[in-house]
């Protein structure tokens, strides 16, 4: 049985914006600019939400309010996504935890913020001069995710025939270089620090989920032994191209490999080039793929502000995330921000900030010059189509990964939204597209309850279902 637990005093009338409420003015989301393009353009976006769609979703909070055990809290806001007018709301200023739509936040951070065509490198460096059989190799990592072992050219195994093809022959020590993700390399303490995490996230990563301190996945990954591993990786690769490799795999711990001390300039003999950073951020969003995600979210934490680029800060990624929330208009004082995929159980934010984010990225398309409502209805706002879709199945590999976690859950509709699930814990926020084509920007956070996932999944979609059926 759901019981679902109200703010005291009861269920509380929607919040309006830009009116003082117990002291505080709530921001006004931007008005959404004209969109002659628009279907929605002119009265419809206007509108309240129907009798029938209110009707519904008071129906479906009421099912789920039942007595009985394992109560539970929820916040909901609904907003027209062109005007950004509130249509329906409980407890939207309340704080819960997000699951997994942090990842919302932390990516579109790392998009809006480094370009959706950014794209990672990793590289080889070798002594000047030395051509044939330098006495050192430096394999100098820049976050990317989705650096493979296997063959391609996006690989260790590319990096190597590259290396060969430099005429590099045999080699000494294999240096590893992941200072940019982390503190100084060499310690077990080195990377990326999270709250939770799979799996070491640090400069030099394999898309390997065995990375690690063997292939078990430990909630307190030693990033000294995944890189270890990844060096031996490293040798084998090289040996299988023909280069020999002779000394030891060494954990670099300076800052800056083209200037060590006592030692010759380095030049670069071999390079990688990941796949668009909005490719990247989509692979993690549909799939919910938390280590990805830390991987993304701690390059935005790399200070490029300075002359020298300095090595990751969660400061420094959390500064920038909550400035892209206030860029769109949503007051961030109360929020808090322990890491970029939603793992952590001491992150909090609200239902209006994530409708407000959601909003943001909707003004504001990506990869395209079309306004905001013919970019959505025509799929081109490349990070709403990052989204899971809802209902495409899980027949095909294409529509499995075009689906992501929402492929088997409603079907019929037109929702594109992220899920988020921790024990006790589940987030639904997104797009949805009402019968009459209606763009909406909604958010449900639910957490405190103590029974299966399912049953929050299911109050979810009967509030979605209710609110598309206008």
Do not use: C
């Not at 990672?120 to 059989?133: K, M, N």
């Amino acid at each position: 049985m759901l019981a679902l637990l109200l703010p005291a005093g009861g269920a509380k009338p929607a919040l309006k914006t830009g009116v003082p409420q117990n002291g505080i003015t709530l921001p006004r989301l931007p008005a959404g600019p004209p969109d002659s393009g628009s279907p929605d353009a002119g009265p419809l976006t206007d509108r309240p939400l129907s009798a029938a769609q209110t009707a519904g979703i008071q129906a479906a909070l009421e099912r789920a309010s039942v007595s009985g055990e394992g109560g539970f809290r929820l916040g909901l806001l609904i907003a027209d996504a062109q005007t950004g007018k509130t249509l329906f709301a409980r407890a939207p200023d309340e704080l819960y935890v997000p699951a997994s739509n942090m990842k919302l936040l932390s990516l579109s951070a790392a998009v809006y913020r480094l370009g959706p065509e950014y794209w990672f490198s990793t590289s080889v460096t070798r002594p000047v001069g030395a051509l044939t059989h330098p006495e050192h190799l430096t394999l100098v990592g820049g976050g990317d995710p989705s650096l493979e072992l296997g063959t391609g050219e996006h690989s260790l195994a590319g990096l190597a025939r590259q290396v060969y093809a430099s005429g590099v022959r045999s080699v000494g020590t294999l240096r590893l270089d992941a200072h940019l993700i982390g503190a100084a390399a060499g310690t077990q303490e080195a990377g990326w620090r999270v709250p939770v995490a799979e799996r070491p996230v640090s400069g030099l990563s394999l898309n390997d989920p065995s990375a690690g301190d063997g292939a078990e996945l430990t909630t307190t990954p030693d990033t000294r032994a995944a890189l270890l591993k990844l060096g031996e990786s490293w040798r084998a690769a090289l040996e299988r191209a023909g280069v020999r490799v002779t000394g030891r795999v060494q954990i670099q711990s300076v800052e800056i490999p083209t200037a060590q001390p006592g030692g010759r300039p380095e030049e670069g003999i071999a390079t990688t080039r990941s796949a668009p950073l909005v490719d990247l951020a989509r692979a993690a969003l549909k799939r919910s793929d938390n280590v990805w995600t830390e991987q993304l979210y701690a390059r935005l934490g790399v200070n490029t502000r300075t002359p020298i680029w300095r090595p990751a800060s969660p400061l420094h990624a959390r500064t920038q995330a909550l400035e892209l929330l206030q860029q769109a208009g949503v007051a961030t004082g109360r929020l808090v921000i322990q890491d970029g995929s939603g793992l952590a159980g001491g992150n909090r934010l609200t239902p209006r900030a994530l409708v407000g984010l959601l909003r943001d990225v909707y003004l504001r398309p990506l990869g395209t010059e079309l306004p905001p409502k013919a970019a959505y209805v025509q799929r081109r706002n490349l990070l709403i189509e990052a989204l899971p879709r809802a209902g495409t199945g899980t027949a095909s590999r294409e529509a499995a990964l075009l689906g992501g976690t929402l492929a088997a859950r409603l079907s019929g509709l037109d929702v594109r939204a992220k899920t988020g699930t921790l024990p006790g814990v589940s987030a639904l926020s997104g797009y949805l597209s009402t019968r009459r084509g209606r763009a909406l920007v909604f958010s449900v956070l639910m957490d405190g309850y103590g029974g299966p996932g399912q049953d929050l999944r299911r109050v979810q979609d009967a509030l979605l279902r209710a609110l598309a059926a206008d």
